[in-house]
């Protein structure tokens, strides 16, 4: 019998829609998964095990009819919990919203679910969003499917964790410096950061309006593809949002079109990379050749670059001050050290200090793209530098130690949420303490569709998204026991 | 130089969060970094430019303009 947690959400979506399987018999799959690890991995706050079956039984129902079916019809999801549903609670990891319920559906959810998706739950954050290592004293420990005793990263951590313990097919996850990839690359799937502005932002809890971009984790590009097709487009609520057409990013991995040029960044993203991240890079860097894509150095703009990195945490602070101040005023009590402390600073900033980090943005991104993309049309990076470590070398961390860690964390990261550009992270391999490392790749602002074909050609040609964490294939086991 | 009765000040006209002494003296070094950061970029800043400039940017650079 098929065990259909461990399939691809296309892969599910094919089966369900063909009558190869039910929508009934893949949610249960997912349910069971969480049953055996949910426990032990800790990545939901709310498992809606009812609600899932029925919207799984209406989905059979609809199958059968011969109606026509969405693109993600029956196949289990789960969010992070900070997607707002009309009437659910959204608690975006805090006590301070822990009963608060949402007045509307967020634009991506609601595209979500007309394409058939079915919502399994909520996932565990980081509080706020605001924090990479994927910690939040709100809620036990979400620890890493790989091993529990290494972090998961953040903030988007259930996410993370929910796809690459097979719980669920793919997952909604944010990203402001580095919060969709960090969790994907550490725990082994597929993260997609695309453009600023593809995605509507409208009922994902803001943390810093001009970095936030909605993004899939799923296991494979190819899945990414999919629900990117479904959930970019124009938002008229989301002033903020693209009015550009969207392509069909799925069509778009079969283009016969010539592959895009990849250059490895040399300068700022190869700084104090750990030595078995760099081996898995180079032998990245080998399979594209392997492949057929032209592969060469492209020198980054490191000034740029160091400028860029220290300024992010400016217009991201001071953003998230302007949202927090009630409460911080107010309820500071009810936010996690750790959190509010981080909030503290953007209260001091002055307005002109961040209205001129703002102005510099678009120069920036000329300038950046002006140096890097006249030599290549991808660029490829690590995207953690070091390899993932434990939950006992990260926690309980202050003041500088703590900046320190968020800065080497998210140093590869959080540049490309100052440009806007989109991103990708992909498995490519493991370090010596067994956990998963990435690349990311990154390319010009709506260039998601030459992104996700050169991560889907990457996939198609190795195995490492196909590896899956002990813990999963031991569950299996005592399935076939 | 940002210290800590400015903090301290600033906090009390505006802010007006709950902070503890150790947190006033604690929050400077942080509030340096993101000073010396703007003061290092501010030569860059064009008086005429516009920070919604950056959406006509992801678009020239999207379309790989002579531009961008």
């Given at each position: 019998m098929t065990d259909w947690s461990r399939a691809?959400?296309?892969?599910?979506?094919?089966?369900?829609?063909?009558?190869?399987?039910?929508s009934r018999e893949v949610t249960e799959a997912?349910?069971?998964?969480?049953?055996?690890l949910g426990d032990t991995l800790n990545c939901f706050v709310e498992v809606d095990g009812d609600g899932a079956r029925a919207a799984a039984d209406a989905a059979d129902k609809r199958q059968r009819s011969g109606a026509p079916l969405g693109p993600l019809h029956g196949v289990p999801l789960a969010h992070k919990d900070m997607y707002y549903r009309a009437g659910r609670v959204s608690a975006c990891g805090s006590k301070l919203r822990a009963d608060w319920?949402?007045?509307?559906?967020?634009?991506?959810?609601?595209?979500?679910?007309?394409?058939?998706?079915?919502?399994?739950?909520?996932?565990?954050?980081?509080?706020?969003?605001?924090?990479?290592?994927?910690?939040?004293?709100?809620?036990?420990?979400?620890?890493?499917?790989?091993?529990?005793?290494?972090?998961?990263?953040?903030?988007?951590?259930?996410?993370?964790?929910?796809?690459?313990?097979?719980?669920?097919?793919?997952s909604l996850g944010s990203d402001t410096g580095g919060s969709i990839r960090c969790p994907a690359a550490v725990s082994g799937v597929v993260g997609l950061v695309p453009t600023n502005g593809r995605v509507s932002r409208r009922g994902a809890m803001p943390m810093s309006h001009s970095f936030d971009v909605v993004g899939p984790l799923a296991r494979t590009a190819r899945d990414c593809a999919r629900l990117l097709g479904v959930i970019a487009g124009h938002d008229p609520a989301d002033a903020s949002s693209l009015d550009l057409a969207v392509p069909d990013y799925e069509a778009g991995l079969a283009s016969a079109a010539a592959l895009p040029t990849i250059g490895i960044a040399r300068g700022y993203f190869d700084v104090g990379v750990d030595a078995d991240v760099i081996k898995a890079l180079d032998r990245t860097v080998d399979d594209l050749r392997r492949i057929g894509f032209s592969v060469e150095d492209v020198a980054m703009p490191c000034d740029l670059l160091d400028e860029i990195a220290e300024l992010h945490p400016l217009i991201m602070k001071a953003e998230g001050a302007a949202n927090h101040l009630s409460a911080m005023r107010e309820r500071e009590a009810d936010y996690t050290f750790e959190v509010g402390h981080r909030l503290h600073a953007g209260f001091f900033i002055p307005a002109a200090s961040y209205?001129?980090?703002?102005?510099?943005?678009?120069?920036?991104?000329?300038?950046?793209?002006?140096?890097?993309?006249?030599?290549?049309?991808?660029?490829?990076?690590?995207?953690?530098?070091?390899?993932?470590?434990?939950?006992?070398?990260?926690s309980g961390r202050t003041g500088k130690a703590y900046l320190d860690m968020v800065v080497a964390l998210t140093r590869n990261t959080k540049v490309i949420n100052f440009l806007g550009l989109p991103a990708i992270s992909v498995p490519c391999g493991f370090t010596s303490?067994?956990?998963?490392?990435?690349?990311?790749?990154?390319?010009?602002?709506?260039?998601?569709?030459?992104?996700?074909?050169?991560?889907?050609?990457?996939?198609?040609?190795?195995?490492?998204?196909?590896?899956?964490?002990?813990?999963?294939?031991d569950a299996a086991q005592a399935v076939a026991v | 130089?940002?210290?800590?009765?400015?903090?301290?000040?600033?906090?009390?006209?505006?802010?007006?969060?709950?902070?503890?002494?150790?947190?006033?003296?604690?929050?400077?070094?942080?509030?340096e970094q993101l000073r010396r950061a703007i003061e290092a970029a501010n030569p860059k800043v064009d008086f005429d430019s516009d920070p919604f400039e950056f959406c006509a940017a992801l678009l020239d650079v999207a379309a790989g303009s002579k531009n961008d």
């Open positions: 691809s959400l296309t892969e599910a979506a094919g089966a369900i829609a063909a009558g190869g399987t039910t997912c349910l069971d998964r969480v049953a055996r319920r949402a007045p509307y559906t967020a634009t991506a959810l609601d595209r979500l679910d007309r394409a058939g998706a079915i919502d399994l739950g909520r996932l565990v954050m980081v509080e706020f969003a605001m924090g990479p290592h994927g910690y939040n004293q709100n809620y036990p420990q979400c620890r890493n499917p790989w091993n529990p005793q290494y972090i998961p990263c953040g903030s988007s951590s259930g996410s993370g964790v929910a796809v690459g313990g097979r719980m669920v097919h793919a209205i001129r980090a703002l102005k510099l943005r678009g120069a920036y991104l000329r300038t950046f793209a002006q140096s890097v993309f006249s030599k290549a049309d991808l660029i490829l990076t690590p995207v953690l530098p070091t390899q993932v470590p434990t939950i006992a070398e990260t303490n067994g956990l998963p490392t990435a690349f990311q790749l990154f390319g010009r602002s709506l260039h998601e569709t030459a992104l996700l074909r050169a991560a889907d050609r990457y996939q198609q040609a190795t195995d490492w998204h196909g590896r899956e964490p002990g813990l999963v294939a | 130089m940002i210290k800590s009765d400015l903090v301290r000040a600033m906090n009390e006209g505006y802010a007006k969060l709950q902070l503890d002494r150790a947190r006033v003296e604690e929050l400077p070094i942080e509030l």
